[in-house]
């Protein structure tokens, strides 16, 4: 999704793709108590997700003046 952001041609495109990754943010997570060893696998595949979104877009915001990003 950042690939596609950071490839586009038109405002609008990025702002959508960001848009799309906060959407996800935005979803409820699952219990971080979960009942079986399969869904605490999920939860962390999950959290995982969220935190790669988090970082990738922390990552934008602190680039240097000047230095062209989407």
């Not at 699952?30 to 869904?39: G, H, L, R, T």
Request: proline residues 6%; neutral net charge; glycine residues 6%.
């Amino acid at each position: 999704m950042t690939g596609l952001a950071d490839g586009a041609h038109a405002d609008s495109l990025r702002q959508t793709c960001i848009d799309v990754l906060c959407a996800y943010l935005r979803l409820p997570i699952a219990s971080d108590n979960p009942a079986s060893e399969e869904e605490h696998h999920r939860y962390l595949a999950l959290r995982t997700v969220r935190h790669t979104i988090l970082r990738l877009i922390g990552e934008l915001y602190r680039l240097p003046q000047g230095i062209p990003r989407s």
